[in-house]
C-alpha cells in the first residue's frame, strides 16, 4: 500500500498543498464577512480587510440583536426549528413503526400511497390556492404542517426500526404489553441513532428555509431570520447601486455616505448562520450515516 | 422462544382483514392517521389543482367556475420567450454545472485518500463540509459582500494588477451571472458530495492494492487499475441521478443572485413571479406541471439506465 518512491513523494507535497488552498478556499469566505462583522464599521469602509477583524468590536452585532424586528424573527425561527422538528419526527416516527410491522394488513397500500408524492405533486401554484382555501397562509402552522411528513425520512427510520432485535419485542408482546408501551418503552429508546440523524437533518432544513416565507408569508411579525436576511441582501445592493450610480454622474457632493450597510448586513450573516456552525463539526457523523443510509437505500 | 415467534407470524399472517383484526392491530392503524392526513391534505389535495393549467382560473369564480381553455397555456408557454427562456436557461445551466462540477468530488476524494494524517485529513474534510451547512441565503449574503466594490475580490484585483485599478461591480453583471452560480455550487457542494466517494473508496478490496504492488505497480497504477474501477459503479449511479434532476432548479440560489441588473430565469424563479406576484395562476400552475412531467420522464428513464447498467435503482 505504502509507496516510498521520489516521485509519490513530490506528489504528496503537491496533494498537500492544493488540499490546503482548497480548504482555505472553503473557510475564507466565511472568515471574511466574520471579520466584517466583527470589525469596527468605519475601518471597514477603508477596505482591505482580509480573515480578521483590524479593529475590533461587538458594536455590529449588538446593533444587529438590539434590533426588534430581528429579535422577533430569530423568536420565529426558533420556535420553527422546536415546533416543526417535534412534530415532524412525531408524525414521521409513528408512521415508519406501524409500517415496520411485517404482518400488518393494508401495510404495502399504505406505503404505495405515501411514496407517489415522491414522483407526482401539484406544484407551488396548487399549493399556494390550497394553503389560501384552508387558511393557513399568513399563519405559523404554514411553517409546520406542509414539511410534517417526509417519504423519505419516514423509510430511513423504518429500515431502522427493521434492523432491531424482533425477539425484543415478541417478549414485551407476550408479557402483555400494549403497543403504545412497546413503543415508548422500547423501540424509541432503541431507535436514538435514527432519530438524531433525523431530528438534525430536520433542524437544519427548518433553521435554513426561507422560500416558504416568501411563498406564503407577508405578515412582518411571522418573517424568519433568512428572510430576513434576504431583504437586507436586496436593499443594500440597491443602495450601493444607487450611491455607485451617483457617483458615476459626478452628483456625489449631493450624497452624504454616513453609513455603509455592509457591516451591519455581515453581522446579520453571523448570527444567521453561527447557531449551526457552531454545533456540526460535532454533530456531521450523524449526517454522513445519513447520506450512507440513504445509498445503501437506492 | 423461536417456536413462538413463527406461531405468531403465521397466526397474524393467516387472519382475513376482518373487523376482529383491526380492533386487535388498531393502535397501530392509528399510528399511521398523522402520516396519512399529512400526505392526503398537502400532496393529494394540490393535485387536482393541476387541472387549473388548463382553465383561465380566477381565484374568486373558483375551480367550478373558472373557464376550460384546454392546451392554451400550454402552447403559449413555448411560444412565448419568457417562458421558452427559462426552460432553455434551466436546461442549459444544469448541463453546463453537471460538466464541470461532477468529476471535482471524485477528484477531491481521491486526493484525501491519499492524505495518511489522521488529524490533517479530518480537519480538512470537516472544513469542507462548512459550506454545506450554510443557507443559500447566507451564501448569497457571503457572495454579494466578497464582490463588492470594496470587497475582497475587487482589493485583490488593486492587489495584483496595481493602484488604479478599475473595481469591477462584479454582481451588476448579467455576464457573470453563470460563473458565478457555478462557482458557489462547486463551493457549496464539492466537499460534502465526496462522503460517499471517501466511503467507496473505503470499501475497495485491500488484497487488489496487494497484486498490483506484486506486479510492480506504484501507487498511481495501484489508482488507476483498483481504486477507480472499483468506484466506478459508484460514479455511474450518481451521474445517471444527477442527470435526472436536469429540470429541477435551485431557486434560492437564482432568485438571490437576480438584482435591478441580473435578470437570469429558471422555471421556479418564472412559476413565482408570473403565478404568486402577478396572480397568474393558470400559466404558473402550466409551466410547473411541464416541470413536472418532464422532470419525471427523465427520472423514469434514469432509473432505467441505472438498472441496466448497474443493477442498482430507485423503485
Known amino acids: ?40 464599521s468605519a475601518d471597514t469602509a477603508l477596505g482591505g480587510l482580509t480573515f480578521y477583524p483590524r479593529s475590533f468590536t461587538f458594536q455590529n452585532i449588538k446593533t444587529i440583536l438590539g434590533d426588534k424586528s430581528i429579535v422577533n424573527s430569530a423568536f420565529i425561527s426558533v420556535a420553527r426549528v422546536v415546533i416543526g422538528t417535534l412534530v415532524a419526527i412525531i408524525v414521521q416516527f409513528l408512521s415508519a413503526y406501524a409500517l415496520s410491522v411485517q404482518d400488518l394488513k393494508g401495510r404495502r397500500a399504505v406505503l404505495f400511497f405515501m411514496m407517489i408524492p415522491m414522483f407526482f405533486t401539484g406544484g407551488l401554484i396548487p399549493q399556494f390556492i390550497l394553503y389560501s382555501k384552508i387558511k393557513i397562509i399568513n399563519t405559523f402552522w404554514v411553517y409546520i404542517l406542509p414539511y410534517s411528513f417526509s417519504f423519505y425520512n419516514m423509510v430511513i427510520i423504518r429500515t431502522y426500526i427493521k434492523s432491531l432485535p424482533q425477539s425484543l419485542l415478541e ?127 437506492e | 422462544m423461536k417456536q413462538v415467534t413463527l406461531d405468531n407470524k403465521k397466526a397474524a399472517g393467516g387472519e382475513r382483514l376482518s373487523f376482529k383484526y383491526i380492533k386487535k392491530r388498531l393502535s397501530f392503524y392509528i399510528m399511521l392517521i398523522p402520516g396519512l392526513l399529512a400526505v392526503f391534505v398537502f400532496s ?37 420567450t419568457t417562458y421558452r427562456t427559462a426552460i432553455i436557461n434551466t436546461i442549459v445551466l444544469n448541463t453546463v454545472t453537471i460538466l464541470i462540477s461532477f468529476s471535482l468530488p471524485i477528484i477531491f476524494a481521491l486526493l484525501l485518500n491519499e492524505i495518511r494524517d489522521g ?101 498511481f497504477s495501484q489508482v488507476i487499475h483498483v481504486t477507480l474501477p472499483s468506484i466506478l459503479p459508484t ?33 421556479s424563479t418564472v412559476v413565482y413571479k408570473s403565478g404568486i406576484k402577478q396572480a397568474n395562476y393558470s400559466m404558473a400552475t402550466a409551466m410547473g406541471l411541464i416541470q413536472g412531467v418532464f422532470g419525471f420522464i427523465l427520472m423514469a428513464a434514469v432509473n432505467v439506465a441505472s438498472r441496466k447498467i448497474s443493477e442498482v435503482s430507485l423503485w
Request: net charge neutral; proline share 3%; charged share 15%.
Open chain 2, 235 to 267: 460514479i455511474i449511479v450518481l451521474f445517471i441521478l444527477k442527470m435526472g434532476t436536469m429540470f429541477a432548479d435551485n431557486f434560492d440560489l437564482v432568485f438571490g443572485l437576480q438584482n435591478a441588473y441580473v435578470d437570469f430565469e429558471v422555471i
Open chain 1, 1 to 40: 500500500m505504502k509507496d516510498k518512491s521520489v516521485s509519490y513523494r513530490i506528489f504528496l507535497a503537491f496533494d498537500y498543498i492544493l488540499l490546503i488552498s482548497l480548504t482555505l478556499i472553503f473557510l475564507f469566505p466565511y472568515l471574511n464577512i466574520m471579520a466584517k462583522a466583527f470589525n469596527d
Open chain 2, 44 to 80: 393529494y389535495c394540490t393535485m387536482p389543482g393541476i387541472l387549473m393549467a388548463f382553465q383561465d382560473y380566477d381565484f374568486v369564480k373558483g375551480f367550478f367556475g373558472s373557464e376550460w381553455v384546454g392546451f392554451r397555456h400550454i402552447h403559449d408557454i413555448f411560444t412565448m
Open chain 1, 171 to 297: 417478549a414485551a408482546r407476550l408479557d402483555g404489553a400494549g403497543e403504545f408501551r412497546i413503543l415508548v418503552r422500547i423501540i424509541i429508546p432503541l431507535s436514538m441513532p435514527v432519530i438524531a440523524t433525523v431530528v438534525l437533518w430536520l433542524m437544519v432544513g427548518y433553521w435554513n428555509d426561507w422560500s416558504t416565507t416568501l411563498y406564503f408569508v407577508t405578515k412582518k411579525r411571522l418573517f424568519t431570520l433568512q428572510y430576513l436576511l434576504m431583504q437586507v441582501i436586496n436593499e443594500s445592493e440597491r443602495v450601493q447601486s444607487l450611491i455607485q450610480q451617483a457617483i458615476e454622474q459626478g452628483l456625489s457632493g449631493n450624497v452624504k455616505i454616513q453609513t455603509t450597510p455592509e457591516s451591519l448586513k455581515s453581522a446579520q450573516v453571523i448570527v444567521t448562520t453561527l447557531p449551526i456552525l457552531c454545533v456540526y463539526p460535532f454533530l456531521q457523523k450523524y449526517f454522513i450515516k445519513g447520506v450512507m443510509i440513504g445509498s445503501v437505500k
Open chain 2, 119 to 219: 488529524i490533517a485529513k479530518k480537519s480538512m474534510q470537516t472544513i469542507s463540509y462548512l459550506p454545506h451547512f450554510l443557507s443559500w441565503v447566507s451564501i448569497v449574503a457571503i457572495t454579494y459582500s466578497l464582490f463588492a466594490r470594496d470587497g475582497f475580490i475587487n482589493d485583490l484585483r488593486v492587489l495584483l494588477l496595481g493602484q488604479g485599478t478599475e473595481r469591477i461591480m462584479f454582481m451588476a453583471q448579467p455576464r457573470n451571472f453563470v460563473p458565478i452560480y457555478i462557482g458557489l455550487y462547486i463551493w457549496q457542494s464539492l466537499g460534502w458530495d465526496s462522503v460517499i466517494y471517501l466511503a467507496a473508496i473505503s470499501g475497495v478490496d485491500q488484497q487488489l492494492y496487494e497484486a498490483v504492488k506484486i506486479d510492480g505497480g506504484n501507487r
